[in-house]
């Protein structure tokens, strides 16, 4: 099989040239195949499955190309990769239709995910608490927090909670270069701890 599905991926290569370069890589125990780092497809057995999207999915389901089944932990899952049968095969314009809508999908998947907005209880150190009380000073946003900078962050926050210590200013600095406070650069952490050592007189709440 694994012949097979190696002569497949040179075979693809020859034929979808319009997204080349195209690499392989191992993926769900057969070879998924990649244009730009993008992965629009998968060679399984020496067969071939385009990855489905949510614009080209229903084209394939109405051409009856059965999706990939794979097993995990000996249950089969169906997975949205569709089946390019022999008759397909045959018909050049129709697959390298297919093979561009189910690359340019997943493309702005991949797009879709990379810039899809994070709150700020998603970043290193920082809680729904934490969130709540940087929401109280105007910093509602992961750009807001990185706009300010640990220490304006830091002093906001102390402006309205003057029992925030020294932990509270490392959190912040490690979500905004999304590092565990524990485990931050040693020159961070020194200039950090430098910076607090600084502020002799706390800063008076006007909450």
Request: glycine residues 6%.
């Amino acid at each position: 099989m694994k012949h097979l599905s190696e002569k497949i991926i040179a075979r693809i290569k020859t034929d979808f040239t319009f997204l080349e370069p195209i690499t392989s890589r191992s993926q769900f125990g057969g070879y998924g195949l990649l244009s730009n780092n993008v992965m629009f497809a998968l060679v399984s057995e020496g067969e071939l499955y385009l990855r489905a999207n949510d614009n080209v999915e229903h084209l394939f389901i109405e051409r009856n190309m059965p999706n990939l089944v794979y097993a995990k932990r000996g249950i089969p899952v169906l997975l949205r990769y569709y089946w390019v049968d022999p008759a397909l095969w045959m018909n050049n314009e129709t697959l390298i239709n297919f093979v561009q809508l189910a690359y340019q999908g997943a493309v702005t998947e991949a797009l879709n995910k990379k810039h899809k907005a994070i709150r700020l209880k998603d970043l290193p150190n920082l809680s729904i608490g934490i969130e709540r009380l940087l929401w109280r000073v105007g910093i509602r946003n992961v750009s807001e927090l990185r706009l300010k900078g640990a220490k304006s962050s830091y002093l906001q926050l102390r402006a309205l909670k003057s029992s925030l210590g020294v932990n509270m200013l490392l959190a912040l600095a490690g979500a905004i270069n999304g590092y565990h406070h524990a485990v931050l650069p040693k020159i961070l952490r020194h200039e950090l701890l430098e910076w607090f050592e600084g502020i002799k007189e706390p800063i008076v709440s006007n909450h």
